[in-house]
């Protein structure tokens, strides 16, 4: 975590991992009930890698900013 807050820009940290971030949280709170939080946090942390690989593809699909 540590190296990802420092090597990324903030700007990418904002307009990538914060959304990801969010959207895996809400999902987790929302459906992840297994009765343990070593369960849970991996769900959570599993769903915010698939988020990120999702926009990440998005964003090879999309032309280059100038």
Known sequence: MFTLLRL???QRLMLEQLP???I???IAEAFYKWK???LEMLGFLAT???LDAAIQGV???L???P
């Open 59 to 61: 964003r090879r699909l």
């Open 8 to 10: 990324l820009p903030w």
């Open 20 to 22: 990801a971030f969010g």
């Open 24 to 26: 895996a949280w809400l």
């Open 36 to 38: 343990s939080f070593s």
């Open 48 to 50: 915010w890698f698939v």
């Open 63 to 65: 032309p280059p900013r």
